[in-house]
Nanobody, 115 residues
Framework: QVQLVESGGGLVQPGGSLRLSCVAS????????MNWYRQAPGKQREWVAV???????NYADSVKGRFTISRDNAKNTVYLQMNSLRSEDTAVYYC?????????WGQGAQVTVSS
């Protein structure tokens, strides 16, 4: 069974930075595209960024130019570097594979952007 564990969240002031990690166990992520998603209070989960198995990336317009997704297949880990954070980035962040059949969701990483 695949397990996803997100970490690296926290409280940060507007304009600050955080780096999230997502470690997968029970499978290798190397052949999978991987997504980051987020869910703000009272809102539906939304897609944030994707990285293909070959390393190509794409981003939601709301984070383009501020967030960077990367992967380390040797560590079975996907990262999300978040810079110039805004209050509207406050959410629980999740990772999962870029496939219509998702792995079980992890607990997510809480990111709170507030002064």
């Amino acid at each position: 069974q695949v397990q996803l564990v997100e970490s690296g969240g926290g409280l940060v002031q507007p304009g600050g930075s955080l780096r999230l990690s997502c470690v997968a166990s029970g499978t290798s992520i190397s052949i999978n595209g991987m997504n980051w998603y987020r869910q703000a209070p009272g809102k539906q989960r939304e897609w944030v960024a994707v990285i293909s198995s070959g390393g190509s990336t794409n981003y939601a317009d709301s984070v383009k130019g501020r967030f960077t997704i990367s992967r380390d297949n040797a560590k079975n880990t996907v990262y999300l570097q978040m810079n110039s954070l805004r209050s509207e980035d406050t959410a629980v962040y999740y990772c999962n594979r870029a496939h219509e059949i998702k792995w079980d969701w992890g607990q997510g990483a809480q990111v709170t952007v507030s002064s």
